[in-house]
Nanobody
């Protein structure tokens, strides 16, 4: 059973940067696809970025490609999300997700139902 614990959220002013972390335990990270999703109040959960752990290849939702960067550190089983130039519309709960490799035929897993394991989320609030 994989457990995911996010941290790094907070209340920040527009233009600031944050780095979110997700520590994975109970499994071998290289055997999983991992991703960051976010959910704003009244909206559906949406993909920010996903990464194939071994290769390090990443895919970003189209609107996230310029200010978001996903990365991982295998030595500490941690997934990161760097967010730069934060905007009020980035206000959301950010979730880390994981699912075993090979569950689906697609190279990247980009929708919530493809992920089996979820963290509790970390709140990011951006004020102008």
């Amino acid at each position: 059973q994989v457990q995911l614990v996010e941290s790094g959220g907070g209340v920040v002013q527009a233009g600031a940067s944050l780095r979110l972390s997700c520590v994975a335990s109970g499994g071998t990270s290289s055997k999983y696809h991992m991703a960051w999703f976010r959910q704003a109040p009244g909206k559906e959960r949406e993909l920010v970025a996903t990464i194939r752990w071994i290769e390090g290849n990443a895919y970003y939702a189209e609107s996230m490609r310029d200010r978001f960067h996903i990365s991982r550190d295998s030595a500490v089983n941690t997934l990161y999300l760097q967010i730069n130039a934060l905007k009020p519309e980035d206000t959301a709960v950010y979730y880390c997700a994981a699912t075993p490799n090979g569950r689906f035929d697609s190279y990247y897993y980009t929708v919530p139902h493809q992920y089996d394991y979820w963290g509790q989320g970390t709140q990011v609030t951006v004020f102008s």
